[in-house]
Each structure stands twice: as C-alpha cells, then as structure tokens.
C-alpha cells in the first residue's frame, strides 16, 4: 500500500497551490480519506476529510479557502487550497481509512507528506 502525496512548494501569501495524493495497493473506493498537517513545533492536526460518499468536512481555519475532492478513476484525492495565509505552512499529509474513526490515526495508511512554505 502506498500514499503518494506531491504538489506542494513555496507560494506568495494569497496565492494558490493544489496538492495531489495518489494511492496504490489499495481498493480506493472504499476508503475514507483525509488531509492533515504538521508544522514545526506543533501537533498534526486535521484539515480536511472526504468521505467514500464523498461528504465533505473541513476545519474551521481552511473553510471557505480549501477543496478536498477525490477521483475514484484514478484513484487520488485532492487539495486545492487558494488564498493561503503563512500560518498555513507545514507539511502536508494524506491518509486513508476505511472505517471513519481510524481517520487521522495510527490505523490508517498515510503519505510521506509534502512541505507547503507561504511566504513573501
């Protein structure tokens, strides 16, 4: 099983990036999937989640600012995050699960992540 997650990279304040999280091993379908980050110092904590049914959750700091989506065809899911503040730096991680209450734990599968620096 193998979480790919690409996309990140350095950005302007107010610009835009999309993260990507390919998955293999894995029948996607039946997954829960979800983005976390980590930045320095701090805990992981949760960003966003979609759902097998693809019902959409989102914490409140990236409300109104991210797009969690996935595309079964191609097994990956999605993060299109537009308006990014500097508090939004950190690395990055996807994970999937396939019961909801092992999102986000040990339980699950997850990326190697990717590092997103907003910055002038």
């Known amino acids: 099983v193998q979480l790919q997650a690409s996309g990140g990279g350095l950005v302007q304040p107010g610009g835009s990036l999309r993260l990507s999280c390919v998955a293999s091993?894995?029948?996607?379908?039946?997954?829960?999937l979800a983005w976390y980050r980590q930045a320095p110092g701090e805990q992981r904590e949760w960003v966003a989640s979609?759902?097998?049914?693809?019902?959409?959750n989102y914490a409140t700091s990236v409300k109104g600012r991210f797009t969690i989506s996935r595309d079964n065809a191609k097994s990956t899911m999605y993060l299109q995050m537009n308006a990014l503040k500097p508090e939004d730096t950190a690395v990055y991680y996807c994970?999937?699960?396939?019961?909801?209450?092992?999102?986000?734990?040990?339980?699950?599968?997850w990326g190697q992540g990717t590092q997103v620096t907003v910055s002038s």
């Open positions: 994970t999937a699960a396939t019961i909801t209450s092992s999102l986000g734990s040990a339980s699950g599968y």
């Open positions: 091993g894995i029948r996607f379908t039946t997954y829960h």
């Open positions: 979609i759902a097998r049914g693809s019902i959409t």
